[in-house]
């Protein structure tokens, strides 16, 4: 699989999947569900789920359930549905790990200008997905991008999702996607992660996931190439990322209007 599969074509692609993965169940039945609405509605589908989560605000938050248990759901869910895998990583020694059980790598947004965690995975030669952080500008993005590409890899995918305002909030700049485009990859909108109110005192990120449908919506008419959406059967019970997730049974209905909406501006 390269990056031309998701670039260029007549639909918005979409990641999706849970935050973290919780358990094979879970992953098979948020999988399934989403399979059936994509092939329906004729949009690429790659499965999201970290095996781990290793940014956390608190030390007794929960991040996993052991690194090999995840990686192996993953491609099993994978293997299950004939679908690609995203997962994330946070240091370079485990570029090659994840390799061998998911197609994308992710970069989070926080380690974006890891020079190192950008090279290793780009060595392994998946496409890497680069997540813009928080404090950096869209334009600059391309520096991250060309560490990736100057290994010789330009499997290379670049995702928005929001810059800080304040100390406990984001805002989205959608000047950002075209802006991004120019460097030659697709660009995903994270309809999610754009919506968190990190920093809480409570020690958990907050969020406003009323509004992903407008976020989504907005990204599909700024031309964005994917979408990146977190969702979850139980939102208030997942064990991470709850407060700005969407509802699997509400994830149908909004990917029917953002195709019309694609068909729109085509």
Same mark, same amino acid.
């Given at each position: 699989?390269?990056?031309?599969?998701?670039?260029?074509?007549?639909?918005?692609?979409?990641?999706?999947?849970?935050?973290?993965?919780?358990?094979?169940? =879970?992953?098979?039945?948020?999988?399934?569900?989403?399979?059936?609405?994509?092939?329906?509605?004729?949009?690429?589908?790659?499965?999201?789920?970290?095996?781990?989560?290793?940014?956390?605000?608190?030390?007794?938050?929960?991040?996993?359930?052991?690194?090999?248990?995840?990686?192996?759901?993953?491609?099993?869910?994978?293997?299950?549905?004939?679908?690609?895998?995203?997962?994330?990583?946070?240091?370079?020694?485990?570029?090659? =790990?994840?390799?061998?059980?998911?197609?994308?790598? $992710?970069?989070?947004?926080?380690?974006?200008? $890891?020079?190192?965690?950008?090279?290793?995975?780009?060595?392994?030669?998946?496409?890497?997905?680069?997540?813009?952080?928080?404090?950096?500008?869209?334009?600059?993005?391309?520096?991250?991008?060309?560490?990736?590409?100057?290994?010789?890899?330009?499997?290379?995918?670049?995702?928005?999702?929001?810059?800080?305002?304040?100390?406990?909030?984001?805002?989205?700049?959608?000047?950002?996607?075209?802006?991004?485009?120019?460097?030659?990859?697709?660009?995903?909108?994270?309809?999610?992660?754009? #919506? $968190?109110?990190?920093?809480?005192?409570?020690?958990?990120?907050?969020?406003?996931?009323?509004?992903?449908?407008?976020?989504?919506?907005?990204?599909?008419?700024?031309?964005?190439?994917?979408?990146?959406?977190?969702?979850?059967?139980?939102?208030?019970?997942?064990?991470?990322?709850?407060?700005? =997730? #969407?509802?699997?049974? #509400?994830?149908?209905?909004?990917?029917?209007? #953002?195709?019309?909406?694609?068909?729109?501006?085509?």
């Amino acid at each position: 699989m390269g990056i031309n599969d998701f670039k260029g074509g007549r639909n918005f692609f979409l990641i999706a999947g849970p935050c973290v993965i919780e358990g094979e169940e =879970m992953a098979l039945h948020i999988a399934e569900k989403i399979v059936r609405m994509t092939e329906k509605l004729a949009i690429p589908y790659m499965f999201k789920g970290s095996y781990r989560k290793a940014n956390r605000s608190r030390a007794d938050s929960f991040t996993g359930i052991g690194d090999e248990k995840a990686l192996k759901i993953l491609r099993k869910t994978g293997e299950t549905f004939g679908i690609p895998i995203v997962t994330d990583i946070h240091e370079p020694a485990e570029a090659a =790990m994840a390799a061998e059980y998911a197609d994308v790598l $992710q970069i989070p947004a926080f380690l974006c200008r $890891q020079t190192d965690l950008l090279l290793a995975a780009a060595r392994t030669g998946k496409i890497v997905n680069i997540k813009k952080g928080q404090f950096v500008s869209p334009a600059s993005m391309r520096f991250a991008a060309q560490k990736v590409a100057d290994s010789g890899n330009n499997h290379i995918m670049l995702t928005e999702r929001g810059t800080t305002f304040g100390y406990t909030d984001l805002v989205v700049d959608f000047r950002g996607i075209p802006q991004m485009q120019e460097f030659g990859y697709p660009v995903v909108m994270d309809a999610t992660h754009s #919506l $968190q109110q990190p920093n809480q005192m409570t020690g958990v990120s907050g969020g406003l996931p009323t509004l992903i449908k407008t976020i989504a919506k907005a990204a599909v008419a700024a031309g964005a190439d994917g979408l990146f959406i977190e969702t979850h059967p139980e939102p208030a019970a997942a064990k991470s990322d709850g407060a700005n =997730m #969407l509802r699997l049974d #509400l994830l149908e209905e909004l990917l029917a209007k #953002l195709v019309r909406i694609r068909e729109a501006i085509l």
